[in-house]
Nanobody, 122 residues
Framework: QVQLVESGGGLVRPGGSLRLSCAAS????????MGWYRQAPGKQRELVAR???????DYADSVKGRFTISRDNAKNTVYLQMKSLQPEDTAVYYC????????????????WGQGSLVTVSS
Protein backbone atom coordinates (compact mmCIF):
# COMPACT_ATOMS: atom_id res chain seq x y z
CA GLN A 1 0.00 0.00 0.00
CA VAL A 2 1.02 3.56 -0.71
CA GLN A 3 -0.61 6.66 0.68
CA LEU A 4 -0.18 10.42 0.58
CA VAL A 5 -0.91 12.36 3.75
CA GLU A 6 -1.45 16.10 3.45
CA SER A 7 -1.36 18.80 6.08
CA GLY A 8 -1.40 22.58 6.34
CA GLY A 9 -4.66 23.83 4.88
CA GLY A 10 -6.85 26.41 6.58
CA LEU A 11 -8.35 29.87 6.52
CA VAL A 12 -6.20 32.86 5.60
CA ARG A 13 -6.88 36.50 4.78
CA PRO A 14 -6.14 37.90 1.32
CA GLY A 15 -2.44 38.62 1.00
CA GLY A 16 -1.57 35.97 3.56
CA SER A 17 0.53 32.83 3.33
CA LEU A 18 0.09 29.12 3.92
CA ARG A 19 2.31 26.08 3.54
CA LEU A 20 1.02 22.68 2.51
CA SER A 21 2.90 19.45 3.09
CA CYS A 22 2.44 16.02 1.53
CA ALA A 23 4.26 12.91 2.68
CA ALA A 24 4.27 9.68 0.72
CA SER A 25 4.63 6.42 2.60
CA UNK A 26 4.47 2.71 1.88
CA UNK A 27 6.27 0.32 -0.41
CA UNK A 28 7.70 2.96 -2.74
CA UNK A 29 10.49 2.09 -5.13
CA UNK A 30 10.79 5.45 -6.83
CA UNK A 31 8.75 8.60 -7.44
CA UNK A 32 8.73 10.02 -10.97
CA UNK A 33 6.39 12.95 -10.39
CA MET A 34 4.91 14.65 -7.37
CA GLY A 35 2.96 17.83 -6.99
CA TRP A 36 -0.22 19.72 -6.26
CA TYR A 37 -3.56 20.17 -7.97
CA ARG A 38 -6.60 22.12 -6.82
CA GLN A 39 -10.32 22.09 -7.37
CA ALA A 40 -12.47 25.11 -6.68
CA PRO A 41 -16.25 24.80 -6.21
CA GLY A 42 -17.95 24.19 -9.54
CA LYS A 43 -14.65 23.93 -11.43
CA GLN A 44 -12.47 21.15 -12.75
CA ARG A 45 -9.34 20.02 -10.97
CA GLU A 46 -6.30 21.90 -12.27
CA LEU A 47 -2.54 21.70 -11.95
CA VAL A 48 -0.96 24.09 -9.44
CA ALA A 49 2.67 22.97 -9.36
CA ARG A 50 4.57 19.74 -9.78
CA UNK A 51 8.01 18.19 -10.06
CA UNK A 52 8.61 16.08 -13.13
CA UNK A 53 11.57 13.95 -14.23
CA UNK A 54 14.93 15.64 -13.90
CA UNK A 55 13.69 17.78 -11.03
CA UNK A 56 12.05 20.41 -13.22
CA UNK A 57 9.18 22.26 -11.58
CA ASP A 58 6.08 23.29 -13.55
CA TYR A 59 3.67 25.97 -12.34
CA ALA A 60 0.26 27.13 -13.44
CA ASP A 61 0.45 30.65 -14.85
CA SER A 62 -1.97 31.85 -12.18
CA VAL A 63 0.43 31.00 -9.33
CA LYS A 64 3.83 31.81 -10.84
CA GLY A 65 5.76 34.19 -8.63
CA ARG A 66 3.46 33.54 -5.65
CA PHE A 67 3.69 29.79 -5.01
CA THR A 68 6.84 27.71 -4.60
CA ILE A 69 7.04 23.94 -4.69
CA SER A 70 9.89 22.21 -2.90
CA ARG A 71 10.69 18.70 -1.79
CA ASP A 72 12.65 16.53 0.61
CA ASN A 73 13.56 13.38 -1.32
CA ALA A 74 14.81 11.60 1.79
CA LYS A 75 11.35 11.97 3.33
CA ASN A 76 9.34 11.50 0.12
CA THR A 77 7.71 14.81 0.97
CA VAL A 78 6.67 17.73 -1.16
CA TYR A 79 5.74 21.21 0.04
CA LEU A 80 3.78 24.08 -1.43
CA GLN A 81 4.57 27.52 -0.05
CA MET A 82 1.76 29.88 -1.00
CA LYS A 83 2.15 33.65 -0.67
CA SER A 84 0.01 36.63 -1.63
CA LEU A 85 -3.06 34.42 -1.49
CA GLN A 86 -6.21 35.73 -3.11
CA PRO A 87 -9.86 34.67 -2.84
CA GLU A 88 -9.58 32.96 -6.23
CA ASP A 89 -7.02 30.60 -4.69
CA THR A 90 -9.77 29.15 -2.51
CA ALA A 91 -10.01 25.45 -3.33
CA VAL A 92 -9.37 21.94 -2.13
CA TYR A 93 -5.71 21.22 -2.79
CA TYR A 94 -4.76 17.66 -3.67
CA CYS A 95 -1.32 16.11 -3.58
CA UNK A 96 -0.55 13.71 -6.43
CA UNK A 97 2.29 11.29 -7.05
CA UNK A 98 3.29 9.06 -9.93
CA UNK A 99 5.52 6.30 -8.67
CA UNK A 100 6.67 2.71 -8.85
CA UNK A 101 5.63 0.56 -5.91
CA UNK A 102 6.63 -2.86 -4.68
CA UNK A 103 3.74 -5.22 -4.02
CA UNK A 104 5.87 -8.31 -4.35
CA UNK A 105 6.28 -7.38 -7.99
CA UNK A 106 6.63 -3.82 -9.23
CA UNK A 107 4.22 -1.59 -11.09
CA UNK A 108 3.36 2.01 -11.87
CA UNK A 109 0.89 3.67 -9.56
CA UNK A 110 -0.83 7.05 -9.33
CA UNK A 111 -1.89 8.15 -5.88
CA TRP A 112 -3.91 11.12 -4.61
CA GLY A 113 -3.96 12.67 -1.18
CA GLN A 114 -7.12 13.23 0.81
CA GLY A 115 -7.35 16.93 -0.06
CA SER A 116 -6.70 20.05 2.02
CA LEU A 117 -9.15 22.93 2.05
CA VAL A 118 -7.60 26.36 1.60
CA THR A 119 -9.98 29.25 2.12
CA VAL A 120 -8.89 32.81 1.39
CA SER A 121 -11.35 35.28 2.83
CA SER A 122 -11.48 38.45 4.84
Amino acid sequence: QVQLVESGGGLVRPGGSLRLSCAASGSIVSISAMGWYRQAPGKQRELVARFMGGGRADYADSVKGRFTISRDNAKNTVYLQMKSLQPEDTAVYYCHAGLIWDYGGRDDLEVWGQGSLVTVSS
